[in-house]
């Protein structure tokens, strides 16, 4: 994922001119708040938030605080960080859910923005949450918005509510209404409002969200504002904030290469906290939005604290012990390897967990090479093996080599590929098993930039985030997570980075499985 | 006609002051960021503009305004907007990012070539979005056109868009549209996937234009998204979207500039005949006002 990824190298290029001098000059100062300015305005930032911005930065850097400092460069790294941060909106937010349910939930936004599918995507993370969603399908303006939405609801597994047809046919506010009394009939738990996507100026449209606001008085109302919008999300969000008075926002299509800036500045305009981010076409590509690790992101300082949340999620920590066990043992299969294999898939795109990691910048373009399809051949190779075969790899002679192919519909040279990255990951496992964790105290070596390495330690090892509660269940998840990763997922890693990127040499392997190792073998 | 999009009302405050002074170039600047014109293409016009104002020695707003606009009308009309559909069935092939608006753009481009009586198949190759078909076949219904719908749930984009080419040539249809779903650039194997779509039509007739529809309310990721659909899908026109609303779409000049695709058409509102041709000429005027 390379959301913001632009807006990172401009950044970084800008610090890298920084560093190695002793002191900030005035003019020092000016060249890199000119840079700074440039970077924002090519990520889409809205004007008047990178005039104050900039401001702030020049203002705070050519203070005391930086003369003094041993290490100038870090100082403006840190006073950028922290303005951006503030932009971002501060602090997050959890959705609030309504005393007496059900809570209702109205999206907003323009067309195209994809609230439709966001819809989607929040009923099924509300259901995993252990919620009851039930989804009302008001966008009755584009055609077949309301077939759509069955589709989507289908595929989350939420039932939807929708009594009119659309395409211009039925009253939206009514179907809103209706729609929670359905789900205080039916007990669901919360109500999402799907609703027609319309122009900031749209006087009568922006009447009609105004009037479905008033008729189901929602708990939430979420605008949905599309990551790649540029100077235009001022004059928008404002519109929408007069029109429906939108309590959090929702940042979409972040998996482009959009820098997205637009879209934090109506966080900053609109004091309205960013709530949710979605990153993907799944239905699960869908997070929590982290204001204190996105600006660590528009930095490169990577958001290890996504990774790690994500990948705890998605791994079972039995059989991470069974695996550890297992390679103790030297009874380490190609069926574990299956096995972990499932474990990194279940935690989404592994792109995207790359891509969060510090000084993946470098690595971004192999990233986009990297197949995913690949775990899926890999695992139709592993299962086309008789149970024998998968225990004992030794057997695979000629002639089985070419069944499994056949049978997995791939080649030798791919089975062979395969049993070679086998073979390699359990002995690479073998060595971090036995307390070989590989060298990585802090984040390791990142490509020139030395010191932002050790800032890095400090950030990754933190939480931020400003609830103390919070702040201390994060740590403690952080110690767990590095406690129990490196046995698991580094073998994977290892296997799926080889076979990744078409025609792509070991390369990405070796980077890959350090940059996994890192942030989970730490 | 003083459309909604327009700068009027940014430039408005500089071209009434009595003289240029260095006000009016940050007001001139701030304006064209605000109309996402991008840093690097602002820069390029603002010295531009500084340039001529010095060798006429001028310094009424009135004359500034007039430079600007002629400024961004030149630049607009280097390339030439024309369609090339003279080839039947003159084949179309719609690509774009996701909600950029081109199954809408199809309904309107299949009205407006309705309207000048050319018979028009529309293929649904969308088949990952859902009801994106279902979408699209309203749409042909209300301009009048026919609809290839795929055979079954997820069938590959590329056949559908074979099998409407292979209708129309059967049934002599003059005009060819084909809708794709929706890829973000960044998605390597959807774009190869378009490639795919390209290859497999021009097994039955060459592809006439392959439009690249662009949401005005983008910012300057628009650039990098036409790089990436004429690297994988050979785009031969821009059209413009949403620009009944407030965004500016200035991002499309730059876009035009360092590619050397020309914008073909532009979309201005919701109904079905909101769909024109390009003229440079209008569009700075309404542009600059």
């Known amino acids: 994922m390379a959301a913001f990824g632009t807006l990172s190298d401009r950044l970084t290029a800008t610090f890298r001119n920084l560093r190695g001098k002793g002191k900030l000059t005035p003019a020092d100062v000016d060249g890199t708040v000119r840079e700074i300015r440039r970077a924002l305005l090519d990520a889409d930032v809205a004007l008047e938030v990178v005039k104050d911005f900039t401001g702030q930065v020049r203002e705070r850097a050519l203070g005391d605080e930086v003369n003094k400092a041993l290490n100038p460069a870090q100082q403006v790294v840190q006073i950028v960080n922290d303005e951006l941060i503030r932009i971002l909106g501060g602090q997050q937010r959890r959705l609030e859910f309504a005393k007496k349910p059900p809570t209702v939930i109205m999206l907003a936004g323009l067309q195209g923005a994809g609230k439709t599918t966001l819809a989607g995507k929040l009923a099924k993370w509300l259901a995993k949450e252990g919620h009851t969603p039930l989804l009302v399908a008001s966008d009755l303006q584009r055609p077949n918005a309301v077939t759509q939405l069955q589709v989507v609801g289908e595929q989350a597994g939420v039932p939807v509510y929708a009594p009119e047809p659309g395409n211009g046919v039925g009253d939206p506010v009514k179907v809103a209404r209706d729609g929670v009394k359905e789900a205080e009939r039916k007990q669901y738990d919360t109500v999402i409002v799907d609703t027609a996507g319309r122009l900031g100026i749209d006087a009568e449209l922006m009447k009609q969200a105004a009037d479905i606001r008033k008729a189901v008085d929602p708990d939430e109302v979420l605008f949905v504002i599309d990551a790649m919008i540029g100077q235009d999300a001022v004059t928008t969000a404002r519109a929408f904030q007069d029109g429906v008075d939108f309590t959090g926002v929702v940042l979409t299509k972040l998996d482009g290469d959009a820098r997205g800036g637009a879209a934090l500045s109506v966080a900053s305009i609109t004091g309205r906290p960013i709530m949710f981010a979605s990153v993907g076409e799944g239905l699960d590509d869908f997070e929590p939005f982290h204001p204190d690790r996105m600006a660590g992101r528009i930095l490169d300082l990577g958001d290890i604290l996504t990774l790690i949340e994500q990948a705890q999620q998605a791994f ?101 590929q395969l049993v070679q990255r086998f073979e390699q990951a359990a002995k690479m496992m073998k060595t971090v098993a036995k307390g070989g964790v590989p060298q990585v105290p802090g984040m390791g070596p990142i490509p020139g930039a030395s010191y932002v390495g050790k800032k890095k330690q400090q950030a990754a090892k933190k939480s931020r985030s400003g609830n103390p509660a919070k702040r201390a269940a994060e740590n403690a998840a952080l110690a767990a997570g590095a406690a129990k990763a490196p046995a698991g997922v580094g073998g994977s890693g290892f296997g799926l980075g080889g076979g990744g990127g078409a025609g792509g040499d070991g390369g990405p392997t070796e980077e890959e499985l350090a940059a996994l190792q890192r942030m989970l073998g730490r | 006609m003083a459309a909604s999009w327009s700068l009027g009302s ?81 084949v179309v092939l719609v690509v774009g990012v996701n909600g950029v608006g081109k199954t809408t753009t199809i309904g309107k481009f299949a009205k407006f070539l309705r309207n000048y009586d050319r018979s028009v198949v529309v293929g649904a190759a969308d088949t990952f979005r859902a009801a994106a078909v279902e979408q699209l076949a309203t749409w042909a219904e209300r301009a009048g056109a026919e609809v290839v719908r795929p055979q ?138």
């Open chain 2, 152 to 289: 079954q749930d997820g069938q590959d984009p590329a056949s559908v868009a074979f099998q409407t080419v292979e209708k129309a040539q059967r049934e002599g249809i003059e005009m060819v549209l084909i809708d794709t779903a929706g890829r973000l650039q960044t998605k390597s194997g959807l774009m190869d996937e378009l490639a795919k779509v390209r290859r497999v039509i021009e097994k039955l007739a060459p592809i006439a234009e392959v439009l690249l529809v662009l949401d005005a309310t983008t910012g300057q990721n628009g650039l990098a998204q036409a790089e990436a659909f004429i690297e994988h899908a050979g785009v031969t026109g821009l059209v413009l979207t949403k620009l009944d609303g407030s965004a500016k779409g200035g991002f499309v000049l730059a876009v035009q500039e360092k590619t050397g695709i020309p914008i073909k058409l532009i979309g201005q509102g919701e109904g079905i005949g909101d769909l024109t041709g390009f003229t440079p000429h209008v569009f700075a005027q309404q542009l600059v006002g």
């Open chain 1, 316 to 416: 079972d920590e039995d059989e991470a012990r069974k695996t550890a066990e297992k390679l103790a043992t030297d009874s380490f299969t190609l069926d574990d390897f299956l096995k972990q294999m499932q474990q990194l898939k279940n935690m989404g795109s592994i792109k995207g967990m790359l891509g969060m990691l510090p000084g993946a910048r470098g690595m971004r373009e192999q990233l986009d090479n990297f197949d995913e399809r690949e775990i899926t051949r890999t695992e139709a190779i592993i299962q086309s093996m008789t149970f024998a075969e998968r225990t004992t790899p030794k057997l695979l002679n000629g002639s089985r080599r070419l069944r499994i192919a056949k049978g997995s519909g791939t080649t030798v040279t791919d089975v062979n």
């Open chain 2, 10 to 90: 940014a430039l408005r405050g500089m071209f009434s002051r009595a003289k240029i002074d260095e006000e009016t170039w940050t007001d001139l600047e701030d304006a064209l960021i605000s109309a996402d014109f991008g840093p690097d293409l602002t820069d390029q016009l603002v010295d531009e503009l500084r340039e001529k104002v010095a060798k006429y020695r001028t310094d009424d707003p009135a004359d500034l305004q007039r430079m600007l606009r002629e400024t961004i009308e030149e630049r607009l009309a280097r390339l030439d907007p024309t369609l090339a559909l003279s080839n039947r069935p003159a």
